[in-house]
């Protein structure tokens, strides 16, 4: 199996930045799309962005302009920059991969990192 690691969340006013960071490890043999997605209070969890094993990117029309999502194989690790940021973007942030363990491809998930932007 693989794990997901989060970090980078936390409370940032309104207009500032925050880089999140999630590392896959354990049993990879290779991995193709990491992603991030949003769980707004009350609200179903929703795709933010994705950057696929070739490097192509795609991003939810609320982020773009604001949000870069990149990742570097050597380190299993996807990062998402997040600039300007508005109050509209707390949530609880979810980063994925979509690897192949050993015995399979699936999606595997990271623990969640809380993301607080006060206006």
């Known amino acids: 199996q693989a794990q997901l690691v989060e970090s980078g969340g936390g409370l940032v006013q309104a207009g500032g930045s925050l880089r999140l960071s999630c590392t896959a490890s354990?049993?990879?043999?290779?991995?193709?799309?990491m992603g991030w997605y949003c769980q707004a209070p009350g609200k179903q969890r929703e795709l933010v962005a994705v950057?696929?094993?070739?490097?192509?990117?795609n991003y939810a029309d609320s982020v773009k302009g604001r949000f870069t999502i990149s990742r570097d194989n050597a380190k299993n690790t996807v990062y998402l920059q997040m600039n300007s940021l508005k109050s509209e973007d707390t949530g609880v942030y979810y980063c994925y991969a979509q690897l192949d363990y050993g015995m399979g491809t699936r999606r595997f998930w990271g623990q969640g990192t809380q993301v607080t932007v006060s206006s």
């Open positions: 354990g049993s990879i043999k290779s991995i193709n799309a």
């Open positions: 950057i696929t094993g070739g490097g192509t990117t």
